[in-house]
């Protein structure tokens, strides 16, 4: 069986003769040859820059291993393409100007043509797919609506999300208006990434986990729902559905939609997968700072959640959340390894 087919294979929950295993983050920081790249140019110098950003896509590739290639990009390119400035700086994250907290505000965003205003990703998926030549599918991947409101509302990262939960509570009709313009422009997103050649989609909902399970079901669960069943390609690319820190309402997480639901590793593996049922795969779910612990303890670890999944077909081997960016990338590799051999049938 080709290494081509096994990620996809295990997204479908058909029987394979390994777990595939690849890593949110896997193209980052922590590793020399991204370093290398990013002394001459900005993040998204990068990001927008299509030779750049399908040759990181494929340095995890060729360094690691992985069974699939992410397409390196960031989730807040398809904010800016709505209309808000969007920058990084060193240390703080990302910055966008004029948070939106008002019913004008959000008017004032605009769904993007994604094949034209994101046209600099549509070339990436073209030239990582090109450089790939088969070797690995290639995901693509887009914030779910609830992630990406929270930082249209905020400006930045958040701990507390008081201004997304303020609007949500105290301005519910415009922060539902927020939510289906975010919902309208990930489908299109997506859509154009599946084709210009991606082979896989994941949604990441990094920050659903901030709310009570009442208020995920009443003000996002309907926007899931929809962007699942409206992206067109389902059926025809898997689907995951990666929510952190949401196992408490994995549930609701699962009636939203995804082929594989990702989960982060404040849950067991058994739990998560026994909760969202078995007609859907896993992704996950290895503590991201377990890669600082010495070589036979993340052993222990991989084996853990190995034997949690228990063989059974549909599980992805990933970490809960992405690589933390001072990992020794020795251990990365070393991970990659591990969980190839402690999963062979
Ligand atoms: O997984 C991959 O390798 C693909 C590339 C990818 C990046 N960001 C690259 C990146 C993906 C899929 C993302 C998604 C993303 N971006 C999310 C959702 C996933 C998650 O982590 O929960 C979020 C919330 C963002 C927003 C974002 N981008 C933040 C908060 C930051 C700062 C993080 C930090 O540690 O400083 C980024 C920057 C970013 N995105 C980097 C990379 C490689 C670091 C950029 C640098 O080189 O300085």
Sequence with gaps: ??????????????????????????AGRYMRAYQRIRERHSFLE?????????????????????????????????????????????????????????????????????ERDLHYVMEAIKLARKKLRGRVPLIGFSGAPFTLASYVIEGRSSRSFRF????????PE?????????????????????????????????????????????????H??????EIEARGEVPVIHFANQAGTFLDKVRLAGGDVIGVDWRIPLDEAWRRVGYEVGIQGNLDPLALFAPLHEIERRVRDVLDRAASRPGHIFNLGHGVHKDTPEEKVVALVKMVKRLSAR
Excluded at 87 to 98: A, D, I, K
Aim: proline residues 6%.
């Design 164 to 171: 997304t939960k303020e609007m949500m509570f105290s301005q």
């Design 174 to 222: 415009a922060f539902c208006a927020l939510m289906e313009k975010l919902t309208t422009a990930v489908i299109d997103y997506v859509n154009a990434q599946v084709d210009a050649g991606v082979q896989a989609l994941q949604i990441f909902d990094s920050w659903a986990g901030c709310l009570a399970p009442q208020d995920y079901e009443q003000y996002v669960l309907p």
């Design 1 to 26: 069986m080709s290494e081509r087919q096994l990620f996809i294979r295990a997204c479908w929950r058909e029987e394979v003769e390994r777990t595939p295993v690849w890593l949110m983050r896997q």
């Design 46 to 114: 990068m990001c927008k820059n299509p030779r750049i950003a399908a040759e990181v896509t494929l340095q995890p590739v060729e360094r690691l291993g992985v069974d699939a290639a992410i397409l390196f990009s960031d989730i807040l390119v398809l904010v800016e393409a709505m209309g808000m400035r969007l920058e990084f700086h060193e240390g703080l994250g990302p910055r966008l100007s004029e948070p939106v907290r008002t019913p004008e505000g959000v008017h004032r965003l605009r769904v993007p043509d994604a």
């Design 224 to 229: 899931m729902r929809r962007l699942f069943s």
